[in-house]
């Protein structure tokens, strides 16, 4: 079992992670997609008049605040056209996929978290009324029973909090806390980068492999969002993951070229 994560970044080639899935698939390999969505979410939340929120914590991260009509534009944005583009991409290619929300049986589960620590200009605050968690649980049985009857699952954000209530989580950790809970062979963390770079943005400056053990000292090279992938990679391995990869899903075919060892390997 592979888990597969494509971000959600500008450049993204989706035609060709889905014509490399499907051959892979259909040659038996066993998937399970994980996406993003957020450059699109991005156009659509300044197109509705709700322009994006990020915001900072005080250790570094960089986070969406998911107030209620983020978390719905978020929805019609990853649960609809990101989620079923794809979908629709793998049944072109005559791979039965299944879309389906964190949310939906559960899939993903987790603690919400109401209240925000964040830093603006200097200060730090704490911002109220976040609808955002981190995956604490994953519904395998409900996956396994999908895999079982043939069905590739098509996976996206958001999740599902203790009390029910939707949750927007990060997409790499949620991949990696899906890795652990199925023992994947390994986690494919797909972006619009050739792999985490030692100087970003140069990309000559790709560094070819981490030791497992060593992860949480590469997070120094991470700015922003990439820090969540490293992070991810770090729980992945943690758990019991062999192998994960930070790879480019820019062109070619980005999940072959990974599991043959480009971009970033964590083993
Ligand atoms: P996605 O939505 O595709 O999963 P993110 O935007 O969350 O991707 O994270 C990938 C981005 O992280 C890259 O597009 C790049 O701009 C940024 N980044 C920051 N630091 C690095 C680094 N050291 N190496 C590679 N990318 C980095």
Same mark, same amino acid.
Not at 78 to 84: A, E, L, R, S
Not at 160 to 165: L, M, N
Not at 212 to 237: C, N, S
């Given at each position: 079992?592979? *888990?597969?994560?494509?971000?959600?970044?500008?450049?993204?080639d989706?035609?060709?992670?889905?014509?490399?899935?499907?051959?892979?698939?259909?040659?038996?390999?066993?998937?399970?997609?994980?996406?993003?969505?957020?450059?699109?979410?991005?156009?659509?939340?300044?197109?509705?008049?709700?322009? /994006?929120?990020?915001?900072?914590? /005080?250790?570094?991260?960089?986070?969406?605040?998911?107030?209620?009509?983020?978390?719905? *534009?978020?929805?019609?944005?990853?649960?609809?056209?990101?989620?079923?583009? *794809?979908?629709?991409?793998?049944?072109?290619?005559?791979?039965?996929?299944?879309? @389906?929300?964190?949310?939906?049986?559960? *899939?993903?589960?987790?603690?919400?978290?109401?209240?925000?620590?964040?830093?603006?200009?200097?200060?730090?605050?704490?911002?109220?009324?976040?609808?955002?968690?981190?995956?604490?649980?994953?519904?395998? &049985?409900?996956l396994?029973?999908? @895999?079982?009857?043939?069905?590739?699952p098509?996976?996206? /954000?958001?999740?599902?909090?203790?009390?029910?209530?939707?949750?927007?989580?990060?997409?790499?950790?949620?991949?990696?806390?899906?890795?652990?809970?199925?023992?994947?062979?390994? @986690?494919?963390?797909?972006?619009?980068?050739?792999?985490? @770079?030692?100087?970003?943005?140069d990309?000559?400056?790709?560094?070819?492999?981490?030791?497992?053990? &060593?992860?949480?000292?590469?997070?120094?090279?991470?700015?922003?969002?990439?820090?969540?992938?490293?992070?991810?990679?770090?729980?992945?391995?943690?758990?019991?993951?062999?192998?994960?990869?930070?790879? &480019?899903?820019?062109?070619?075919e980005?999940i072959?070229?990974?599991?043959?060892?480009?971009?970033?390997?964590?083993?």
């Amino acid at each position: 079992m592979i *888990i597969v994560k494509v971000g959600g970044s500008a450049g993204i080639d989706y035609d060709a992670v889905c014509a490399d899935l499907a051959a892979r698939w259909k040659a038996g390999d066993r998937f399970i997609l994980v996406h993003g969505g957020s450059g699109e979410t991005n156009r659509v939340a300044e197109a509705l008049g709700h322009p /994006p929120r990020f915001v900072t914590s /005080p250790s570094g991260y960089t986070s969406r605040f998911t107030d209620r009509e983020t978390l719905e *534009i978020f929805e019609m944005v990853y649960c609809g056209k990101m989620n079923k583009g *794809i979908v629709e991409r793998l049944q072109r290619l005559g791979v039965n996929a299944v879309g @389906l929300s964190g949310l939906d049986g559960r *899939i993903f589960e987790g603690r919400h978290k109401d209240s925000v620590r964040v830093v603006e200009n200097g200060k730090t605050k704490v911002l109220r009324g976040d609808h955002t968690g981190t995956v604490e649980r994953v519904n395998t &049985d409900l996956l396994t029973l999908l @895999l079982h009857a043939g069905y590739l699952p098509v996976l996206t /954000p958001p999740a599902a909090s203790y009390e029910g209530v939707a949750i927007n989580v990060d997409g790499d950790r949620a991949a990696a806390a899906l890795a652990v809970a199925l023992r994947a062979d390994a @986690l494919l963390l797909l972006s619009n980068v050739p792999g985490l @770079l030692r100087a970003y943005p140069d990309e000559s400056s790709l560094i070819g492999h981490i030791p497992a053990p &060593d992860v949480e000292q590469y997070l120094e090279f991470a700015q922003d969002r990439m820090k969540k992938k490293v992070l991810g990679a770090a729980e992945a391995v943690q758990g019991g993951v062999r192998r994960v990869v930070f790879g &480019d899903a820019r062109a070619g075919e980005p999940i072959t070229a990974a599991l043959a060892g480009a971009g970033t390997v964590v083993s």
